[in-house]
């Protein structure tokens, strides 16, 4: 059988090297909340990628503003859903519950994208979604709680329930977006896509910048450790490690992209638990095992959720050429008669 490098090699490797740099996230977003809040966090993670984009954008701005109606809507809708309020419930659910359980319950992710894919999109989920997505959500319960505490809503919620309840809200907002994502990506360039998203999103973190009685001093970004941190989060675990996923996965197997991806939970656990001492009891770890574990055997049995991608999977396709009759919103029948 012949060795391909990109496939049996290098393919994998971006996957698994883009999954242990999404796990050094939690370690400098976790100290960073002891500075400043949630909200200035995430919305300096918005500036810094919007601003990175800015002179790509100005030379190719007659693409980014070729869009009809139900375009800018959903655009806005996984900006202001997805990349401003989940990634601020993401992060505020740092200050309530372990990190590490934050991050695992994010694995059901792509069970709620199935769901809604099921729901709006017709895709119909493979036999071994049916098994293993149940097992997965009470895996998530258990880990969440592991004394089988669940909260009832008719009283005060505490500390422990609110963290769960924002990863979950966020897990939700995510899966919303990638259905949508996938509905606009058929129109819309990913890299237009990825800009809107980052634009949508700073815009709706503005208000939460202002009314937070935190925010109002310039005196919270005078320490240059906390800029680096910034920094970092945005573009290490940020656009960096989505863009060697996006070229990896390209080239992997889902099966093998399944298990490579589970060095993003594992590495993130243990890594939160060496230098946050963010620890997990028996129980939660048996859980989250349960959790990832099941996660990894639905795409590894093929049925793989459809993800949201806001970078393009090649590399080469990041800044693109723009066609002398290219059209954004142009379907593939009209182009096909337009070559024709």
Not at 86 to 103: D, E, H, R
Request: charged letters at 15%.
């Amino acid at each position: 059988m012949p060795f391909h490098y990109k496939k049996n090699f290098l393919g994998p490797l971006l996957v698994a090297l883009a999954a242990a740099l999404w796990a050094t996230d939690a370690l400098f977003r976790v100290p960073t909340l002891q500075k400043i809040d949630a909200s200035l966090i995430v919305a300096l993670e918005h500036l810094v990628v919007f601003l990175l984009f800015l002179p790509y954008v100005w030379f190719k701005r007659e693409e980014f503003f070729k869009l009809k109606f139900y375009d800018w809507i959903g655009l806005m809708v996984i900006g202001s859903g997805a990349s401003a309020i989940a990634l601020l419930l993401f992060t505020k659910s740092f200050q309530l519950i372990n990190p590490s359980v934050t991050i695992l319950i994010q694995k059901i992710q792509p069970i709620l994208t199935t769901l809604l894919a099921l729901i709006f999109l017709q895709e119909i989920p493979s036999r071994v979604f049916l098994i293993a997505a149940p097992i997965a959500i009470a895996s998530a319960a258990v880990l969440s709680f592991p004394e089988l505490n669940f909260p009832s809503f008719s009283e005060e919620l505490d500390a422990n329930s609110k963290g769960v309840l924002f990863a979950l809200t966020a897990a939700c907002l995510w899966a919303v977006a990638t259905v949508i994502g996938k509905s606009v990506l058929k129109r819309v360039s990913p890299i237009v896509t990825t800009f809107w998203r980052y634009w949508f999103g700073l815009i709706t973190l503005i208000p939460f910048v202002f009314l937070s009685p935190t925010n109002h001093s310039l005196e919270l970004l005078s320490e240059i450790s906390t800029v680096q941190a910034i920094l970092f989060i945005a573009i290490i675990p940020g656009l960096l490690a989505m863009t060697l996923y996006n070229y990896g996965v390209k080239y992997t197997q889902a099966n093998i992209t399944a298990f490579a991806e589970m060095i993003f939970p594992v590495t993130a656990v243990i890594l939160n638990w060496v230098y946050l001492k963010a620890q997990l009891n028996y129980v939660q770890l048996g859980a989250g095992a349960a959790l990832v574990l099941s996660i990894a055997f639905i795409f590894a049995k093929g049925d793989r959720p459809t993800e949201e991608v806001p970078l393009p999977e090649d590399p080469e396709d990041y800044f693109p050429p723009v066609e002398k009759d290219f059209q954004p919103n142009q379907s593939s029948e009209e182009k096909d008669q337009t070559e024709s």
